[in-house]
């Protein structure tokens, strides 16, 4: 009957492992990139040498990498941004609903006349709140379909 044991080894930068008691050829020895070392132990019957280490599994990690959990953080701390719609004597009001559902993800009828018809009586409408680089792109899509538009921080929030 055979049994495997896994285990994580945690290793100091100038930890040496050897492959069997007594061995004097290191399998891993000095600096290291590696974070651990997946070891797994053999224990076999009687007479077959028993609870012999086999070779490492070395695992690695990219460095410089970003969790998931990094990532999701900064994207909260990057402050939000407002895409304005600006008033023009040009564009119909009908073609403003459509680009503003063309251009913006989500946009329903009812939001694009809603922003089109404040924009039109107020001079401005704030279309969206988001990323500054959605924000921006979103703008350059806008403008690219003749209407008029900026964005600005959205400071105070949503």
């Known amino acids: 009957?055979?049994?495997?044991?896994?285990?994580?080894?945690?290793?100091?930068?100038?930890?040496?492992?050897?492959?069997?008691?007594?061995?004097?050829?290191?399998?891993c020895k000095g600096q290291s990139l590696q974070r651990g070392i997946l070891m797994t132990v053999g224990a076999s019957g009687p007479g077959k040498g028993g609870g012999l280490l086999e070779r490492p599994t070395i695992e690695k990690t990219t460095p410089g990498r970003e969790s998931e959990f990094d990532l999701r953080k900064s994207r909260k701390?990057?402050?939000?941004?407002?895409?304005?719609?600006?008033?023009?004597?040009?564009?119909?009001?009908?073609?403003?609903?459509?680009?503003?559902?063309?251009?913006?993800?989500g946009m329903t009828l009812d939001n694009a006349v809603n922003i089109m018809q404040e924009a039109h009586y107020n001079g401005l409408s704030v279309v969206i709140i988001?990323?500054?680089?959605?924000?921006?792109?979103h703008c350059m899509q806008l403008r690219g379909n003749g209407l008029l538009s900026s964005i600005e921080p959205a400071s105070g929030g949503c």
């Not at 009957?1 to 290191?26: F, W, Y």
């Not at 988001?130 to 792109?137: F, I, K, S, T, V």
């Open 130 to 137: 988001c990323a500054q680089a959605d924000a921006e792109e």
């Open 77 to 105: 701390i990057s402050p939000p941004y407002r895409v304005i719609l600006h008033n023009d004597n040009f564009n119909k009001r009908e073609y403003v609903v459509q680009v503003l559902m063309k251009v913006i993800p």
């Open 1 to 27: 009957m055979e049994t495997a044991i896994c285990s994580r080894i945690a290793l100091s930068p100038n930890h040496v492992l050897t492959s069997r008691a007594g061995d004097k050829q290191p399998l």
